[in-house]
């Protein structure tokens, strides 16, 4: 959303929005002239609003919505009014289950350093070190042809995109509160596939059995990225674990296919140094512990990033102090999330983030360690942040990584220890 709405500020919109909170993002929103209210109220809304837009988060009942049919205004969800503006480009569209952040970020640095100048949105902010920006952003304006996009799964929204690249990272069983099961998921991709035209590309493992059935029908050019994983492997990539050398993968195989000069690319990809809440480095304790943050909420990205963590520091105690995101996520894929953080040297849980979503009696976080417990005794749940800050401000030692993770906003613990 605040991507969207510095779009709309790059051309030349009046653009204000409310949220529940402050953020990093509002207030870069604010920095380049929009106008923010903390909470949500009617009377943010002026008479003269001409369209609304919103979020999977906000509900048609919203206070704000109901004041734009009072008023006969426009109303667009994000992706509609994302597709919009997109779809007048030659759209690169980066979708997967998981790591579409990072490999979107990727792609906007080489399209950069190739001189093509993209409009581009990422589902994360961009660091500064990036491509000489001052300050973190997950939008970048530009004059070129290309658009690259994050195209999320859910709900079907990526169905609001024409792309003329494709990139499936992978398939995986996500987002079960609308899907129904993996097939269904695999149609929706399917069905945004077959949309590529026959001179476009769709980037993805055609051998791998999840996305196999995504490619019935598709009369683009199929490329395997899984061929250029070797050279991937063989750059000095400040990314670790084995999903980023795919996702680099990803970059190498669609800018081949397009007659970059793989030696720049291979040399902006070694540059590249993640994204915000992608393993991103926080600081010390004064203890010596070391904290990192990631925005894994997936039990397969959760292992990702504790396998990358466990290759870039061998020697550590690896804690991870998880959040989890969604009562529905959290109640289907119970099992999986157990195993995976069972995989930690010490897990530490904080409540479930809800999000979109109402209270679940049947489903909690302290049913989550205990699951966790089956498979490793070193797990506790804390009721708030206040508490984990506390346990970890006695406990945490010089040797331990400290990992704060999920899509909620578990990272503010970190700061906290930091501070």
Known sequence: MSALAQLYLYKGKVVSGSDLSESPATSLLKEKGATFFLGHDKTNVSVDTDLIIYSDAVPKDNVERIRGKEFHMGEKSYFEALGEFANQYELVAVSGTHGKTTTTAMLIDVFEEAGLDPMAIVGSL?????????????????????????????????????PKILVITNIDSDHLDYY???????????????????????????????????????????????????????L?????????????????????????????????????SGTWRRFEYKGKMKSGAIIYDDYAHHPAEIAATLSGAREAFPDKKITIIFQPHL????????????????????AILADIYAA????????????????????????????????????????????????????????????????
Do not use: W
């Open 180 to 234: 129904k099961n993996l097939n269904d998921i695999q149609s929706a991709f399917n069905d945004l596939a077959v949309r590529i035209p026959k001179n476009g590309f769709v980037v993805c493992d055609p051998n791998d059995e999840n996305v196999l059935p995504a490619l019935v029908g598709v009369s683009a050019q199929v490329i395997d990225y899984t061929k250029f994983l070797e050279m991937a492997s063989e």
């Open 126 to 162: 961009r660091l500064p070190a990036q491509a000489g920006a001052k300050t973190k952003s997950n939008f970048r304006a530009g004059a070129g042809n290309y658009f690259i996009v994050e195209a999320d799964e859910y709900m079907r929204h990526f169905l609001q995109f024409e």
């Open 236 to 272: 000095k990539l400040k990314v670790t674990g084995e999903h980023n050398r795919k996702n680099a993968s990803v970059v190498l195989a669609l800018t081949s296919s397009m007659g970059f000069n793989m030696e720049k690319v291979k040399s902006v990809l070694s540059d590249f």
């Open 356 to 419: 979109r979503e109402k209270p679940d009696e049947t489903i909690s976080s302290k049913i989550l360690a205990e699951k966790i417990k089956g498979k490793n005794k070193k797990v506790r749940y804390f009721p708030d942040f206040g508490e984990i800050e506390k346990y970890l401000s006695e406990n945490a030692v010089e040797g331990d990584l400290l990992i704060t993770m999920g899509a909620g906003d578990i990272y503010k613990v970190g700061e906290e220890l930091l501070g």
């Open 327 to 346: 009562y529905s996520r959290t109640k289907l894929l119970l099992n999986d999330f157990a195993e995976s953080l069972s995989k930690a040297d010490y």
